[in-house]
């Protein structure tokens, strides 16, 4: 499955933006479908995933309550919704789908699959 993420951009801080991840030459199904972010100078972190039909979602504890992941597995996308935007929010967001066991769910060891990333810029 190849992976397309797009939406990213530059906004204010407290504003919102939407990225989506698009599936290609495959579908989502049976994935677990994360999205990580990966600031200059750090190392990737995870943000937030979503499996099976997309009802059973985590987040990280930073973006809890201002981020909100869906999938639409009959359109093969996966969205994430980024309210309350704040500086350190500014990274390169990546989409990855995976099988991932539970040690691994939240790390990019348990993803096979990514897309190129989209920079995402949180400054006034």
């Known amino acids: 499955v190849q992976l397309q993420a797009s939406g990213g951009g530059l906004v204010q801080p407290g504003g919102s933006l939407r990225l989506s991840c698009a599936a290609s030459?495959?579908?989502?199904?049976?994935?677990?479908v994360a999205w990580f972010r990966q600031a200059p100078g750090k190392e990737r972190e995870f943000v937030a995933n979503a499996a099976g039909l997309g009802k059973r979602t985590y987040y990280a504890d930073s973006v809890k309550g201002r981020f909100t992941i869906s999938r639409d597995n009959a359109e093969n996308t996966v969205n994430l919704q980024m309210n309350n935007l704040k500086p350190e929010d500014t990274a390169i967001y990546y989409c990855?789908?995976?099988?991932?066991?539970?040690?691994?769910?939240?790390?990019?060891?348990?993803?096979?699959?990514w897309g190129k990333g989209t920079q995402v810029t949180v400054s006034s």
């Open positions: 990855g789908a995976g099988r991932p066991m539970l040690s691994t769910i939240s790390r990019p060891l348990g993803y096979s699959h």
């Open positions: 030459e495959g579908t989502f199904n049976g994935y677990v």
